[in-house]
């Protein structure tokens, strides 16, 4: 497979023996072509792409986005 981007190429290439890896990356096009359908830049998407992948490498930052969705929920915040 030669698509001229190593990046795409590795996940791809680990992707074919992970059916589970396969739904990520099924997802994460999915998610992006719905992004650009609403016209969201692509740095926007990646800046998104970026904090949920910073949040899955540290337990205590996903605690804490737990935590907010919480409060947000109760409907505490100054939003209410």
Do not use: R
Request: with cysteine; glycine share 8%.
């Amino acid at each position: 497979m030669d698509l001229q981007n190593k990046n795409l190429e590795s996940i791809l290439k680990k992707a074919e023996n992970d059916p589970e890896l396969m739904e990520i990356v099924k997802g994460i096009v999915y998610f992006c072509q719905a992004a650009s359908l609403k016209d969201i830049p692509l740095e926007e998407v990646a800046a998104v792409g970026t904090v949920g992948w910073t949040i899955g490498k540290d337990p205590k930052l996903q605690q804490l986005l737990e935590h907010m969705i919480k409060i947000g929920q109760l409907g505490i915040g100054p939003e209410h």
